[in-house]
């Protein structure tokens, strides 16, 4: 989403070289010849969909996957030609829907298989979700086998490949995770010797891959870290080799307040001013995203390669302390997450101040602000 700068004063940069540089990283991580299938799920993570999945698609992956319809057709109406899996979420009904956009149904029940066998006038490839113990979707651990060679037998119905989600947000979730991993190598490996072999497998996602867990499947479904952002809690696992995809969230000075003293200014809790006092606001507020920070932090911005306290957030606007740079002027450049010279405000740190994680902050500036997309040719 791109608007002009003049209409609205603040935007996000999202680096799709980034991302270019985190397949890569993602590639060292794996066997030779694994398939990726990138998650693009809520909006790419945020970042934005159509944009997003079109690098993905340059950089080659073998499948992009979403639960949302609407994003699945936004991509083909993109041009997006390639393998778009849809994760669990539709109703049985919508099968056909699913086939009319060719997007690959997630099955997980024998109505939805037949759903799909019906409205299938050729060969059509489903995958199928197994829960080997998150709770949420698919068909249980113990009932896989038979379910997916029932699948297999209707007619117009292939079984292209089966996958299951064990995700962990720290260390001692990994031994469940590993175990998950393993009962689903035992399903697979029984479905080969009752005659079914698959051609995709997955069960690990990005926690997985970052703690090198291991698995006999020939894919990886990750999100995360190809946005450079890390599914475990902080502290747990370095993401080192990744990203954040999303680089800067900035904005210019909309208004220079200049109070001389003994003035009564409400806003950040001054009420009568013992010495002049100079603010700046900038076009971001809590319905961009932002919020005050949280007790006990200190929340800044960048100008001029500096820190200038943050001395309150409302609906629309952000109030600044600019002592020490009295001589601000409208239209000066403001960075809230970023690089300004020498300094610096990091996802992670401009997320802290919130008490919200990474990933929360993307979400929740997504369609807030417009995005601004940086790039060279894709790698």
């Known amino acids: 989403m791109n608007r002009p700068e003049s209409a609205h004063p603040a935007w996000a940069e999202v680096d799709l070289d980034i991302l270019d540089r985190n397949c890569r990283a993602l590639a060292e991580r794996l066997k030779p010849g694994a398939h990726v299938i990138a998650s693009i799920k809520a909006d790419a993570y945020g970042h ?44 049985p009904e919508a099968m056909a829907e699913l086939l009319e956009h060719d997007l690959v149904p997630t099955i997980y029940s024998m109505a939805a298989a037949e759903a799909v066998s019906k409205a299938a006038t050729k060969p059509t490839a489903v995958y199928i979700k197994v829960d080997c113990g998150l709770g949420r979707l698919g068909v249980l651990a113990d009932d896989a086998v038979a379910f997916a060679l029932a699948v297999a037998r209707l007619p117009n119905v292939v079984v292209e490949g089966v996958y299951t989600h064990v995700p962990f947000a720290d260390r001692s979730g990994a031994a469940w995770s590993g175990g998950g991993i393993k009962r689903f190598d035992s399903i697979i490996a029984t479905l080969a010797k009752r005659g079914l072999s698959v051609a995709v497998t997955q069960a690990r996602a990005s926690a997985g891959v970052l703690m090198g867990l291991e698995d006999a499947s020939n894919a990886v479904c990750v999100g995360h870290i190809l946005y450079g952002l890390s599914p475990m809690a902080a502290g747990e696992v370095s993401v080192a080799g990744f990203e954040p995809i999303l680089q800067s969230v900035q904005s210019r000075l909309i208004h220079v307040g200049r109070h001389p003293a003994g003035r009564d200014i409400a806003i950040g809790g001054l009420y009568g001013l013992n010495s002049a006092k100079v603010t700046g606001v900038i076009a971001m507020g809590v319905t961009n995203g932002l919020r005050m920070p949280a007790k006990g ?12 306290p943050v001395m309150s957030v409302s609906l629309e606007h952000t109030t600044l302390d600019l002592t020490g740079l009295e001589d601000a002027r409208v239209g000066e450049l403001v960075t809230a997450m970023g690089r300004d010279g020498d300094e610096r405000i990091g996802i992670e740190e401009f997320a802290g101040w919130q008490e919200r994680s990474p990933l929360e902050i ?13 790039a060279g040719p894709a790698a």
Do not use: H
């Open 48 to 91: 934005g969909v159509v944009p997003i999945a079109e690098r993905l698609a340059a950089n080659g992956v073998f499948a992009l996957a979403t639960g949302d319809f609407d994003e699945a057709v936004a991509l083909r109406r993109a041009g997006i030609a390639g393998k778009i899996l849809m994760f669990g979420g539709n109703l």
């Open 297 to 308: 932090q200190r929340a800044a911005v960048l100008l001029r390669g500096r820190r200038v």
């Open 362 to 374: 993307v979400m929740t500036l997504s369609k807030r602000l417009p995005f601004r997309y940086r």
